[in-house]
C-alpha cells in the first residue's frame, strides 16, 4: 500500500513538469471516459479540446471564461501560501456581484461615467467584507476558515435569492428570479464588435501585473510565504500570524468579489441565480495548477476554461451534460496532487 | 401547542438522518488521522447510485442504501488512493473528490431527472408507537431512521469498547507508533476511509430515495459540507454528534414551519439558516482552544510515509 518513499533530493524535473503530467494523464482518462461512453475518443477530444479554439469568436469566449478564473486564483494564491485556505471564493464572488447589482440598480437610468467604478468599487468592497467574517471569525474565535468560507458561500447564495425574488426583482421579468437588464452605463464596454469580450480584461490584465509585482518584490509577501513555510520562523521574526489571516482573506475575497463584478456588468447583464458556474471552487485547482504563481496561473486559467468551453461544445456536438466538465477538473487536480508526491518522493524499490 | 410541536419534532427525527449518517462515516475516518473534504462529493455520488438502482429495480430504499454505500466506498477509495498511498495533501484530495463527484452524479443524473420514487412507508414498533403523543412521532419513523440510531450504538461501542476501536484510535493519535509496533497503519485508515464513504453513500441514498424521493442535482445542499462541521462540533465524540444532528435537523425543519409558528421571515433567508448556524456552532466551540486540542485527533490530516 505504500507506493512512495521519500527521495534524497527533491526532483527538479518533476516540480516544473507535474502540471503537464496531471494535464497528459487527465486527457488520457478523459479519452478513455468517451470511449467508455461509446463516443469516438479522437472526435470527441477535437470537439472538446480543439474545436473552441478554431475560431477567434472562440479565443474570445475563452479569455470571458478565464478572466474570472485569474482574479479568482491570483487572489487565493496569497492565501494558499500563507496556508490560509479560503475555500468559499464562490460566496465572496456572489456578494461581489450583489454590491456592483446594487449599485446598478439603484442608478438605474443613471447615465454618468461613475456608475461603473461604483459597481467596481462596491463589488470590491462586498468581497472583500464576505472575506472579512471568516477572517474576524478564525483570529478572535479560532473558527477554521475551511469550514466557515464555504458556509458563508451557501449563506451568499440565499441572500442573492432573496434579493433577487423580493427587493430587488425585475417588476416586468414575468416573475422570474432575476433583476433589471442593466443599462449601457453600468456595463463594460465591449472590445471586439460581435464577441462579448469587454474592457473588464484589462482589470484582470493589471491584476496579473499586481500580483507578479507584488510576489517578486515585497516583503509582506515574503512574509506570508514564511508564516505558510515555517509558522515558527515566522513567529521568531515576529510576522504577525493574525495579519497573514486578515491580509489573505480580506485579499481573496476582494479578488473574487472583482471577478463578481465582472460577470453582472459583463456576459450576464444582470443579478440572476446563474451568475457563476462555480468559477470560486475552480480557481482553487488553477491556483494549484498554476503554482501559486502570477503568471503560472494566468495559463492554468486559460486551460480551466477551455475545460469550460469544451463542456458547452459537447453539450450541443456530442449531446453529453455539461456537467463533464466537474468531471475532468475534479481528475485534474487528483492528478496534479498525484504528481506533485513524486516531487518529494519516489516509487519504493524492493530493497 | 404540543401538538403542534409533534410534526417538527417527527420531521428533526429525518431530517437528521442523513447528517448522522455522513457524521459518524466522517467522524470515524478522523479519529483514524485522515480528514476527507469529499464527503459532499460520496453523497452524491451514493445518492445517484442509489437512485438509480432504486429506478431501475422498484425496490426502492432497501436496494438504493445498498447501492449507494458501494458507490460512496468506491468513491472514497480514489481519495484513498491519492491521498494515503501517494500522501498527497489530504484536503486538496477531499476538494478534488468533492469537484469530481458533483460533476459525475450530475452527469449519470442527466437520465433520472424527471424520475420519482413512492418513498418509504413509516415502520411502527409495537407497543412503543401507541404511547400517547410521543409514540407516533418516535416510533412511528422509517427504518432507516432507526438504522441510523442502530449505527451510532454500533460506532460508540466499537470505538469506546473494543480491539478495533482501540487500534483505530491508535492509529489517529500516533501512527508512528502503531506502525512500529506492527500494525498497518495505510490499512487501518483505508479502511476506515471505505466505512466514512459508504456512510455518506447511505445518506445520499437515504436523501434521493426516502426523504425527497426524487433526483436533483446537487441535492445534499451542503450536508455533507454541515456533517464534515458537525464532527468539529461533535469533537470527535459520536454521542455529541448525534446532538449535533438533531439539533440541525431542528434548525432545517423549522424553516417548514415557521410561518405556522407566526414567524414572518423571506423563505429564501429561512434557508439560509442551517448553513448560518452551522458557523455559529464552529465559533461556540472552537474558541474554546483546549478542548479542541484534547480532542483533536493528533495526526489529523498529516501525511504519513513510514
Same mark, same amino acid.
Given at each position: 500500500m505504500h507506493l512512495l518513499e521519500p527521495r534524497a533530493q527533491p526532483s527538479q524535473l518533476m516540480r516544473w513538469t507535474a502540471p503537464l503530467w496531471a494535464i497528459l494523464a487527465m486527457l488520457l482518462t478523459g479519452s478513455l471516459l468517451f470511449w467508455m461512453l461509446g463516443k469516438p475518443p479522437l472526435e470527441s477530444f477535437q470537439v472538446f479540446f480543439i474545436e473552441p479554439l478554431t475560431s477567434s469568436y472562440g479565443w474570445s469566449e475563452l479569455l470571458i471564461k478565464a478572466s474570472p478564473l485569474i482574479l479568482?486564483?491570483?487572489?487565493?494564491?496569497?492565501?494558499?501560501? +500563507?496556508?490560509? *485556505?479560503?475555500?468559499?471564493?464562490?460566496?465572496?464572488?456572489?456578494?461581489?456581484?450583489?454590491?456592483?447589482?446594487?449599485?446598478?440598480?439603484?442608478?438605474?437610468?443613471?447615465? +454618468?461615467?461613475?456608475?461603473?467604478? +461604483?459597481?467596481?468599487?462596491?463589488?470590491?468592497?462586498?468581497?472583500?467584507?464576505?472575506?472579512?467574517?471568516?477572517?474576524?471569525?478564525? %483570529?478572535?474565535?479560532?473558527?477554521?476558515? %475551511?469550514?466557515?468560507?464555504?458556509?458563508?458561500? *451557501?449563506?451568499?447564495?440565499?441572500?442573492?435569492?432573496?434579493?433577487?425574488?423580493?427587493?430587488?426583482?425585475?417588476?416586468?421579468?414575468?416573475?422570474?428570479?432575476?433583476?433589471?437588464?442593466?443599462g449601457d452605463s453600468a456595463l463594460f464596454r465591449v472590445l471586439m464588435e460581435g464577441t462579448r469580450l469587454n474592457t473588464s480584461i484589462i482589470i484582470t490584465l493589471f491584476a496579473v501585473l499586481g500580483f507578479w509585482l507584488f510576489n517578486a518584490r515585497s516583503f509582506l509577501a515574503y512574509r506570508l510565504e514564511v508564516g505558510g513555510q515555517a509558522p515558527a520562523a515566522a513567529r521568531y521574526a515576529g510576522f504577525s500570524a493574525k495579519q497573514t489571516v486578515w491580509f489573505s482573506l480580506v485579499m481573496s475575497g476582494l479578488m473574487a468579489g472583482l471577478a463578481g463584478v465582472g460577470e453582472v456588468a459583463g456576459p450576464v447583464g444582470q443579478l440572476n441565480l446563474n451568475i457563476s458556474p462555480g468559477y470560486g471552487f475552480a480557481a482553487i485547482i488553477v491556483a494549484y495548477l498554476g503554482r501559486l504563481h502570477a503568471v503560472g496561473i494566468v495559463f492554468a486559467s486559460l486551460l480551466i476554461a477551455l475545460i469550460y468551453l469544451g463542456g458547452e461544445a459537447a453539450q450541443v456536438s456530442l449531446q453529453m451534460p455539461a456537467a463533464i466538465t466537474g468531471i475532468f477538473q475534479g481528475m485534474l487536480l487528483f492528478f496534479l496532487l498525484g504528481a506533485d508526491a513524486f516531487i518529494d518522493n519516489r516509487l519504493r524499490r524492493p530493497a | 401547542m404540543i401538538e403542534s410541536l409533534l410534526p417538527i419534532l417527527a420531521g428533526t427525527l429525518a431530517a437528521a438522518t442523513p447528517l448522522i449518517f455522513a457524521g459518524l462515516g466522517e467522524l470515524v475516518v478522523e479519529r483514524s488521522g485522515v480528514i476527507n473534504l469529499g464527503v459532499e462529493? =460520496? =453523497?452524491?455520488?451514493? $445518492?445517484? &447510485?442509489?437512485?438509480?438502482?432504486? &429506478?431501475?429495480?422498484?425496490?426502492?430504499?432497501?436496494?438504493?442504501?445498498?447501492?449507494?454505500?458501494?458507490?460512496?466506498?468506491?468513491?472514497? =477509495?480514489?481519495? $484513498?488512493?491519492?491521498?494515503?498511498?501517494?500522501?498527497?495533501?489530504? &484536503?486538496?484530495?477531499?476538494?478534488? @473528490?468533492?469537484?469530481?463527484?458533483?460533476?459525475?452524479?450530475?452527469?449519470v443524473g442527466q437520465h433520472y431527472v424527471s424520475y420519482s420514487l413512492p418513498g418509504l412507508q413509516p415502520l411502527a414498533i409495537p407497543l412503543l408507537s401507541d404511547i400517547p403523543l410521543v409514540g407516533p412521532v418516535l416510533f412511528r419513523?422509517? !427504518?432507516?431512521?432507526?438504522?441510523?440510531?442502530?449505527?451510532?450504538?454500533?460506532?460508540? !461501542?466499537?470505538?469506546?469498547?473494543?480491539?478495533?476501536?482501540?487500534?483505530?484510535?491508535?492509529?489517529?493519535?500516533?501512527?508512528?507508533?502503531?506502525?512500529?509496533?506492527?500494525?498497518?497503519?495505510?490499512?487501518?485508515?483505508?479502511?476506515?476511509?471505505?466505512?466514512?464513504?459508504?456512510?455518506?453513500?447511505?445518506?445520499?441514498?437515504?436523501?434521493?430515495?426516502?426523504?425527497?424521493?426524487? !433526483?436533483?442535482?446537487?441535492?445534499?445542499?451542503?450536508?455533507?459540507?454541515?456533517?464534515?462541521?458537525? #464532527?468539529?462540533?461533535?469533537? !470527535?465524540?459520536?454521542?455529541?454528534? =448525534?446532538?449535533?444532528?438533531?439539533?440541525?435537523? &431542528?434548525?432545517?425543519?423549522?424553516?417548514?414551519? $415557521?410561518?405556522?409558528?407566526?414567524?414572518?421571515?423571506?423563505?429564501?433567508?429561512?434557508?439560509?439558516?442551517?448553513?448560518?448556524?452551522? #458557523?455559529?456552532? @464552529?465559533?461556540?466551540?472552537?474558541?474554546?482552544?483546549? @478542548?479542541?486540542?484534547?480532542?483533536?485527533?493528533?495526526?489529523?490530516?498529516?501525511?504519513?510515509?513510514?
Amino acid at each position: 500500500m505504500h507506493l512512495l518513499e521519500p527521495r534524497a533530493q527533491p526532483s527538479q524535473l518533476m516540480r516544473w513538469t507535474a502540471p503537464l503530467w496531471a494535464i497528459l494523464a487527465m486527457l488520457l482518462t478523459g479519452s478513455l471516459l468517451f470511449w467508455m461512453l461509446g463516443k469516438p475518443p479522437l472526435e470527441s477530444f477535437q470537439v472538446f479540446f480543439i474545436e473552441p479554439l478554431t475560431s477567434s469568436y472562440g479565443w474570445s469566449e475563452l479569455l470571458i471564461k478565464a478572466s474570472p478564473l485569474i482574479l479568482i486564483a491570483e487572489g487565493l494564491a496569497i492565501g494558499f501560501k +500563507a496556508r490560509i *485556505y479560503n475555500i468559499g471564493a464562490e460566496g465572496q464572488l456572489t456578494m461581489g456581484a450583489l454590491f456592483a447589482g446594487g449599485v446598478a440598480v439603484h442608478f438605474d437610468g443613471v447615465d +454618468a461615467a461613475w456608475v461603473l467604478p +461604483a459597481m467596481v468599487a462596491a463589488g470590491a468592497l462586498g468581497g472583500a467584507l464576505w472575506g472579512a467574517l471568516p477572517a474576524l471569525l478564525k %483570529t478572535r474565535f479560532n473558527a477554521e476558515e %475551511t469550514l466557515t468560507t464555504l458556509m458563508l458561500g *451557501y449563506v451568499a447564495s440565499f441572500i442573492l435569492a432573496y434579493m433577487v425574488n423580493g427587493p430587488w426583482r425585475d417588476p416586468e421579468g414575468m416573475n422570474f428570479p432575476q433583476s433589471i437588464m442593466f443599462g449601457d452605463s453600468a456595463l463594460f464596454r465591449v472590445l471586439m464588435e460581435g464577441t462579448r469580450l469587454n474592457t473588464s480584461i484589462i482589470i484582470t490584465l493589471f491584476a496579473v501585473l499586481g500580483f507578479w509585482l507584488f510576489n517578486a518584490r515585497s516583503f509582506l509577501a515574503y512574509r506570508l510565504e514564511v508564516g505558510g513555510q515555517a509558522p515558527a520562523a515566522a513567529r521568531y521574526a515576529g510576522f504577525s500570524a493574525k495579519q497573514t489571516v486578515w491580509f489573505s482573506l480580506v485579499m481573496s475575497g476582494l479578488m473574487a468579489g472583482l471577478a463578481g463584478v465582472g460577470e453582472v456588468a459583463g456576459p450576464v447583464g444582470q443579478l440572476n441565480l446563474n451568475i457563476s458556474p462555480g468559477y470560486g471552487f475552480a480557481a482553487i485547482i488553477v491556483a494549484y495548477l498554476g503554482r501559486l504563481h502570477a503568471v503560472g496561473i494566468v495559463f492554468a486559467s486559460l486551460l480551466i476554461a477551455l475545460i469550460y468551453l469544451g463542456g458547452e461544445a459537447a453539450q450541443v456536438s456530442l449531446q453529453m451534460p455539461a456537467a463533464i466538465t466537474g468531471i475532468f477538473q475534479g481528475m485534474l487536480l487528483f492528478f496534479l496532487l498525484g504528481a506533485d508526491a513524486f516531487i518529494d518522493n519516489r516509487l519504493r524499490r524492493p530493497a | 401547542m404540543i401538538e403542534s410541536l409533534l410534526p417538527i419534532l417527527a420531521g428533526t427525527l429525518a431530517a437528521a438522518t442523513p447528517l448522522i449518517f455522513a457524521g459518524l462515516g466522517e467522524l470515524v475516518v478522523e479519529r483514524s488521522g485522515v480528514i476527507n473534504l469529499g464527503v459532499e462529493g =460520496m =453523497m452524491l455520488i451514493g $445518492a445517484i &447510485a442509489g437512485f438509480a438502482g432504486a &429506478a431501475q429495480t422498484g425496490y426502492g430504499a432497501a436496494i438504493g442504501l445498498p447501492l449507494g454505500a458501494l458507490a460512496g466506498a468506491a468513491a472514497s =477509495m480514489i481519495f $484513498a488512493f491519492f491521498a494515503l498511498s501517494l500522501a498527497a495533501n489530504q &484536503a486538496a484530495c477531499g476538494l478534488a @473528490l468533492t469537484i469530481f463527484g458533483v460533476g459525475l452524479s450530475a452527469f449519470v443524473g442527466q437520465h433520472y431527472v424527471s424520475y420519482s420514487l413512492p418513498g418509504l412507508q413509516p415502520l411502527a414498533i409495537p407497543l412503543l408507537s401507541d404511547i400517547p403523543l410521543v409514540g407516533p412521532v418516535l416510533f412511528r419513523q422509517d !427504518w432507516v431512521v432507526y438504522l441510523s440510531l442502530f449505527s451510532f450504538a454500533g460506532v460508540a !461501542w466499537t470505538l469506546s469498547k473494543t480491539r478495533l476501536g482501540l487500534l483505530l484510535k491508535a492509529v489517529g493519535e500516533s501512527p508512528e507508533a502503531a506502525h512500529a509496533i506492527g500494525y498497518p497503519v495505510l490499512g487501518i485508515r483505508y479502511g476506515a476511509v471505505a466505512f466514512g464513504g459508504a456512510m455518506a453513500g447511505i445518506a445520499g441514498a437515504y436523501l434521493s430515495t426516502v426523504y425527497t424521493p426524487l !433526483w436533483v442535482q446537487n441535492m445534499s445542499a451542503g450536508r455533507g459540507w454541515i456533517a464534515v462541521a458537525l #464532527v468539529v462540533f461533535a469533537t !470527535w465524540k459520536p454521542g455529541r454528534l =448525534m446532538l449535533g444532528a438533531y439539533l440541525f435537523g &431542528a434548525v432545517t425543519i423549522l424553516q417548514f414551519h $415557521a410561518q405556522g409558528l407566526g414567524i414572518s421571515v423571506p423563505v429564501q433567508l429561512l434557508a439560509a439558516l442551517p448553513y448560518a448556524a452551522t #458557523v455559529v456552532v @464552529l465559533v461556540l466551540i472552537s474558541r474554546d482552544r483546549k @478542548l479542541l486540542q484534547l480532542n483533536l485527533p493528533a495526526s489529523l490530516g498529516k501525511t504519513f510515509l513510514p
